[in-house]
């Protein structure tokens, strides 16, 4: 009955706010948690010819409220979500109880370094689920993914499709017509103002999953036309392309450097036309959504896409954290973040401090409009905190996590 309980919280909180079409369709996205879940996982059956799991261990990357997580454990993996936000952890757990055994954490996976919270565990299945669209620092994302992930680990992406006709008039997070193909550079003009969503092409993301050694072996097409058409096209086509190697032309990542950026567009096409069916072509103004499976090979060397990506205009956020430095003594903390740019006149920082207890993360205290991206804190508890901070310039907002809970003694 744990979906039952689920679903009542997610009524009370839609309940409060507007129905507008945009609302409705979040609201739509929770509540068919499970059942895209149950989907994606007949998908990674039929991939790997199985009807059921033997302790495998799967971990879902932005689980969201746990739908995919929670499906993967029924059919018989260890199955762990992570999620950025802790109200989704704690919703993801609501939807699991009395369900199944999934374990769910909250952490910023998208920062340098996260990978060795997981202490060398690894797991045999990644799940990233309408989630890289989302993540700016997606080469250290993409690294932090690779560090988790066993020697031949299947790695499942959707991501929603920027060339298909319906994100292109409505995208898909905020409903701005043709954001998904202007530069983000260009949406403050406009007034899109979501800057957490970071439109990218399928080829982009073969880059640089194959920089990473983690090429794509097969490309699934999702929502062409209907998801009828979708079982009709996307399964039988499932065999051939996963014969279909990424075989991407490694002497033409040379040439991608930061002055050249529409060569990378070159590029771009060139792979999509040499990596991927040539059917996905014809058809990608058809696809909402993307479906990829990569699978992790050698080690990785290519670093040549990060000083790309880490230059490109196109997708730059308004800034970029290089390095978050903090020391603590006692019930004492001060920290200091370091952004890549110079920053102007006009930003604001805040900070969010967090307790967190074994079943609950309450907000404690909040440190409006510092004038610096530095923080002096004192804990009036012993106990163990979690801190947030954010960056704010105009309607551009920024915010991430310290890398580690504090633990006041
Ligand atoms: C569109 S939702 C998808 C949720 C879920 N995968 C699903 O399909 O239902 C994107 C999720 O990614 C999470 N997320 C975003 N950035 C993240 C990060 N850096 N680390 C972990 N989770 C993140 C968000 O909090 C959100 O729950």
């Not at 062409?224 to 990542?253: C, G, H, R, W």
């Not at 990785?300 to 790309?308: G, L, P, Q, R, V």
């Not at 967090?354 to 404690?364: A, D, G, L, M």
Request: charged share 25%.
């Amino acid at each position: 009955m744990s979906f039952e309980d689920y679903k009542k919280v997610i009524e009370e909180k839609y309940a409060a706010k507007d129905s507008s079409q945009m609302t409705a369709r979040h609201k739509n996205f929770c509540l068919t948690n499970r059942s895209r879940g149950a989907k994606a996982m007949k998908i990674l059956c039929d991939l790997e010819d199985v009807t059921s799991f033997n302790g495998e261990r799967l971990l879902d990357i932005g689980c969201g409220h746990g739908g995919m997580t929670i499906e993967a454990a029924k059919l018989g993996m260890s199955a762990h979500g992570i999620d950025i936000l802790s109200e989704n952890i704690e919703l993801a757990k609501i939807n699991a109880q009395n369900d199944c055994n999934a374990v769910f954490l909250s952490g910023d996976f998208s920062f340098p370094g996260y990978s060795k919270h997981f202490e060398g565990e690894t797991f045999d299945y990644i799940a990233v689920y309408d989630v890289v669209e989302h993540i700016y620092d997606i080469y250290t994302f993409l690294c932090n993914l690779r560090d988790v992930s066993t020697d031949n680990a299947l790695i499942i992406t959707t991501v929603p499709n920027q060339y298909g006709f319906n994100n292109i008039i409505t995208e898909p997070h905020f409903g701005s017509p043709f954001a998904t193909i202007i530069p983000k550079s260009f949406w403050p003009t406009l007034g899109y103002v979501s800057e957490t969503t970071f439109h990218r092409s399928l080829g982009l993301y073969q880059a640089l999953f194959a920089s990473l050694e983690m090429p794509i072996e097969a490309v699934v097409c999702e929502n062409y036309f209907s998801t009828k058409a979708l079982q009709q096209y996307a399964t039988p086509k499932l065999e051939k392309m996963k014969t279909i190697v990424s075989n991407i032309d490694k002497s033409k990542q040379e040439v991608v450097t930061p002055y050249l950026e529409w060569f990378f567009n070159q590029y771009q096409e060139d792979m999509e036309k040499n990596a991927v069916d040539p059917d996905y072509l014809y058809l990608k103004y058809f696809i909402d959504t993307i479906c990829f499976y990569s699978r992790k090979t050698q080690k990785a060397e290519t670093t040549i896409i990060k000083d790309f990506y880490q230059t490109s205009k196109t997708n730059k956020p308004f800034v970029l954290v290089e390095s978050i430095n903090y020391e603590q003594s006692a019930n004492h903390l001060e920290c200091e973040i370091s952004v890549g740019e110079k920053l102007g006149e006009n930003y604001t920082f805040a900070w969010y401090v967090f307790k967190v207890e074994k079943n609950s993360t309450k907000r404690i205290d909040i440190i409006w409009y510092t004038d610096s991206p530095s923080l002096s804190y004192t804990f009036k508890e012993s106990g163990n905190y979690r801190i947030q901070f954010f960056i704010k310039q105009g309607e551009q907002l920024m915010y991430n996590f310290l890398p580690e809970d504090i633990h006041v003694p």
